[in-house]
């Protein structure tokens, strides 16, 4: 859809970022101005942008993707900011409304999620009493990659209520949109083929150690040797890519937070002879 070019995308992402994080009054206030006159300026070019209530806006954008709803509050110390998908297209919306809203449209949704942390935030205000209480922010994100009858729901998190730094997260849905339901790894890959699978992804996961420590991890020294805290992992989440199948890990699950989430990936070509038939259109559908 014309109307917000990848620069502008771009330009507004950064911006939610250092939102979240300023604590300076002035400083957030202004960057929630700024990205919303960078929106407001898109949607006037031809976004179709709705305004919505005086406590915050819409815009709506599309790229190669799925339109989406975007919304920010600010209040005296708390920031919260929303990027909801509202999907125009039935199948993509029907897998949105169940599997991430709770049932809720993207607004209610958002407005439970507005109303929750509101109250949240004052009970520990109360609790700790405001004048120690300087900054609460919170984020969320959500992201469509849909190729074919398959789409990647991709949402991200980020909180933070004090103390040396926030938290943050991200889930990856893989969905079917023919028959509305999220993808589990052994529908993908035959459980009786895991076997043949965790190998690869465990080679994966000591070159991505290698490449953060700069140090080989012999084939005879478990993964706890390296940069991971565990010498065993679960696969669970998951997402097509065009080159294979891409594994996720947040931080604390398999490494430390200085070492960040984990992503590595295992190619198609590796993966042949282990894919299910609907791991085989997957494949179609989003390799390349």
């Known amino acids: 859809m014309p109307g917000i070019s990848d620069s502008q995308l771009l330009a507004i992402q950064p911006i939610l970022f250092y939102t979240c994080c300023m604590k300076t009054l002035k400083i957030r206030f202004t960057l929630i101005f700024i990205m919303a006159a960078l929106v407001s300026c898109a949607s006037s070019q031809g976004s179709n942008g709705s305004a919505g209530s005086d406590s915050f806006f819409f815009t709506k954008y599309a790229k190669n993707i799925p339109a989406f709803e975007g919304r920010s509050i600010p209040d005296d110390q708390m920031d919260i900011s929303l990027t909801l998908i509202d999907s125009r297209q039935a199948k993509l919306s029907k897998c949105v ?43 969320e994100e959500h992201l469509v990659n849909a190729q074919g009858s398959f789409a990647v729901i991709t949402k991200n998190f980020y909180g933070y209520s004090g103390g040396v730094h926030g938290g943050y997260g991200t889930t990856h849905y893989v969905i079917d949109m023919n028959t509305a339901e999220r993808l589990m790894l052994d529908d993908i890959v035959p459980r009786a083929n895991f076997a043949r699978l965790k190998p690869l992804v465990e080679r994966q996961l000591r070159l991505y150690s290698q490449e953060v420590s700069r140090e080989p991890l012999p084939p005879n020294l478990p993964l706890w040797e390296g940069i ?38 295992v190619s198609w070509k590796d993966l042949e002879g282990l894919l299910s038939p609907k791991g085989q259109m997957l494949a179609e559908a989003f390799g390349k």
Request: aromatic share 24%; charged share 25%.
């Open 97 to 139: 409304h169940f599997l991430l809203y709770d049932g809720l449209s993207p607004k209610q949704y958002a407005e439970q999620v507005f109303a929750g942390y509101k109250k949240e935030y004052q009970e520990y205000a109360d609790e700790i009493g405001e004048e120690l209480f300087s900054a609460w922010t919170y984020s």
């Open 228 to 265: 991971f805290l565990t010498a065993d992992f679960e696969m669970d989440d998951f997402y097509p890519t065009e080159r294979g199948i891409a594994f996720f890990w947040n931080v604390y699950e398999i490494t430390p937070y200085a070492t960040g989430p984990v992503d590595v990936t």
